[in-house]
T-cell receptor, first 114, second 109 residues
């Protein structure tokens, strides 16, 4: 079956702009989590969605938001971009909520803020 | 605070040598521990989890609650084991994973 897909794969934005990243989970998976990966901070949890509801949120400012649609696809939005938001954004899907099921990661979206 | 520490950024060994990637954690409660691996140009993928207690690709990891450690071991390293390895923890009722900084394993021929 097809894996987790993320679009776009690469993105260049300027400071102050906003950006929307998309994640399509594996068919049948209802939970989507987002992570930010940077060389300095490593992999950090952003949020987890299940059945269109945010179940967990990491320690990120309110500029970072997300949502999940009825088909389990998820988007994350970053408003008023800062240089420090440059990172690889990963999403992961699993069949159910919680860590009981294995999380499958997508290839990531590489965001560069100039 | 919940934290995962991988003290080595880089571990370099020769093919056939034993490997131990260290992972220590701090967590109040009963965490679930995982090892994830990222091979060059591939996605991050689950290698093993402590509750399954299985060996994957020759790797094993034992949860030591007394020492709060979850070290990854393999008796004989192979060149194809070269990758970035991440230790992670989660509580059982959340999908939130807390990752360590990762260790690059380099297996030389």
């Amino acid at each position: 079956k097809a894996g987790v897909t993320q679009t776009p794969r690469y993105l260049i934005k300027t400071r102050g702009q906003q950006v929307t990243l998309s994640c399509s989970p594996i068919s049948g998976h209802r939970s989507v989590s987002w992570y930010q990966q940077t060389p300095g901070q490593g992999l950090q949890f952003l949020f987890e969605y299940f059945s269109e509801t945010q179940r967990n949120k990491g320690n990120f400012p309110g500029r970072f938001s997300g949502r999940q649609f009825s088909n389990s696809r998820s988007e994350m939005n970053v408003s008023t971009l800062e240089l420090g938001d440059s990172a690889l954004y990963l999403c992961a899907s699993s069949r159910d909520q919680g860590i009981k099921d294995e999380q499958y990661f997508g290839p990531g979206t590489r965001l560069t803020v100039t | 605070a919940q934290r995962v520490t991988q003290p080595e950024k880089l571990l370099s060994v020769f093919k056939g040598a034993p490997v131990e990637l260290k992972c220590n954690y701090s967590y109040s409660g009963s965490p679930e521990l995982f090892w994830y691996v990222q091979y060059s140009r591939q996605r991050l993928q689950l290698l093993l989890r402590h509750i399954s207690r299985e060996s994957i690709k020759g790797f094993t990891a034992d949860l030591n609650k007394g020492e709060t450690s979850f070290h990854l071991k393999k008796p004989f390293a192979q060149e194809e084991d070269s990758a970035m390895y991440y230790c992670a923890l989660s509580s059982s009722n959340t999908g939130k994973l807390i990752f360590g900084q990762g260790t690059t394993l380099q297996v030389k021929p």
